[in-house]
């Protein structure tokens, strides 16, 4: 398996635009998290699925913020409209193990920037 | 919800010297206890972990001790090397709660 997959890598963006995040990921996992990672809070878990269902959305900052999990491939992160202080690695990860304390994937993460 | 406090933030050792890296934890229903290493512009990736049934566990030069009466564990790095030179991360709870992570600098 590829692991799991998140585009982009890189986005730049300015204030007020709207940003989609996205992550595939490992086939058979059935938990899947967002995280966020800055210098000044470290990761914070954002959001969770468990087999495509939201779980917990208590970490979503606001509610510019928002997370789908149309299938079990594939999830995306919305954030609309951005702002500077939502500069951060995002990072998406899935798990197996029927429970959400088995051994977390991460993706390599999307670093965004808004200007 | 839970609360993982890591300490040190920062942490420097001489090569084959030993490292070690303290976790405290609120929640007593936790029960899973990971670490992870993050390289620089890297993803976290898993080390070792422990359960709340275990009281130590070691895998080559790294080693996992938990203290479920106190919440606390810790990651105990024996030899280090350069390649150890990282940012650590402790975690508890379900879903992972994450410490605030230890940079671990392995000077030759």
């Known amino acids: 398996d590829a692991g799991v997959i998140q585009s982009p890598r890189h986005e730049v963006t300015e204030m007020g635009q709207e940003v989609t995040l996205r992550c595939k990921p490992i086939?058979?996992?059935?938990?899947l998290f967002w995280y966020r990672q800055t210098m000044m809070r470290g990761l914070e878990l954002l959001i969770y699925?468990?087999?495509?269902?939201?779980?917990?959305d208590s970490g979503m900052p606001e509610d510019r913020f928002s997370a789908k999990m149309p299938n079990a491939s594939f999830s995306t992160l919305k954030i609309q409209p951005s702002e500077p202080r939502d500069s951060a690695v995002y990072f998406c990860?899935?798990?197996?193990?029927?429970?959400?304390?088995?051994?977390?994937?991460f993706g390599e993460g999307s670093r965004l920037t808004v200007l | 919800g839970e609360n993982v406090e890591q300490h040190p933030s920062t942490l420097s050792v001489q090569e084959g010297d030993s490292a070690v890296i303290k976790c405290t934890y609120s929640?007593?229903?936790?029960?899973?206890f990971p670490w992870y290493k993050q390289e620089l512009g890297k993803r976290p990736q898993l080390i070792i972990d422990?359960?709340?049934?275990?009281g130590e566990k070691k895998d080559q030069r790294i080693a996992v001790t938990l203290n479920k009466t106190a919440k606390h564990f810790s990651l105990h790095i024996t030899e280090t090397q350069p390649e150890d030179s990282a940012v650590y991360f402790c975690?508890?709870?379900?879903?992972?709660?994450f410490g605030s992570g230890t940079q671990l600098t392995v000077l030759p």
């Open positions: 422990i359960r709340s049934n275990v």
């Open positions: 975690a508890a709870s379900s879903p992972l709660t």
């Open positions: 990860a899935s798990s197996l193990m029927g429970q959400p304390t088995g051994e977390l994937f």
């Open positions: 086939s058979g996992h059935d938990y």
């Open positions: 699925f468990n087999n495509n269902v939201p779980i917990d």
């Open positions: 929640d007593s229903a936790s029960n899973y």
